[in-house]
């Protein structure tokens, strides 16, 4: 494989334990990751994952409010869990 990029490579790259250094910020979605960049990612999706969970918590809270309203009753902790299960 050349320097200059003029050809490809066409086989494996044996790294023999060594690291790649100095890669730089991904541009395009093919492109090689750094660990800074990996784990920015990984954190940002983990918001996400952590608001989706607050905001089904919210809405299970809601339905559960809606089925005591609908029966008619005031329902206890122990009857809201075992629907939690249900659900």
């Known amino acids: 494989m ?3 990029g003029e050809n ?3 086989s494996d ?3 023999n334990d060594r690291k790649l250094v100095g890669l730089a910020d991904a541009v395009t979605f093919t492109d090689g990751m ?3 960049v990996l784990d920015e990612a990984v954190r940002e ?3 996400y994952t952590d608001n ?3 905001q089904t918590n919210e809405t299970l809270e809601r339905i559960l409010a809606s089925i ?3 029966n008619g009753r005031i329902v206890t902790n122990t009857e809201i869990d ?4 249900t659900i």
């Open 34 to 36: 750094n660990k800074k």
């Open 68 to 70: 005591a309203v609908i």
């Open 2 to 4: 050349r320097l200059d």
């Open 45 to 47: 999706s983990q918001k």
């Open 82 to 85: 075992e629907l939690k299960e």
């Open 13 to 15: 790259l044996q790294m």
């Open 8 to 10: 490809q490579m066409f």
């Open 52 to 54: 989706l969970i607050v």
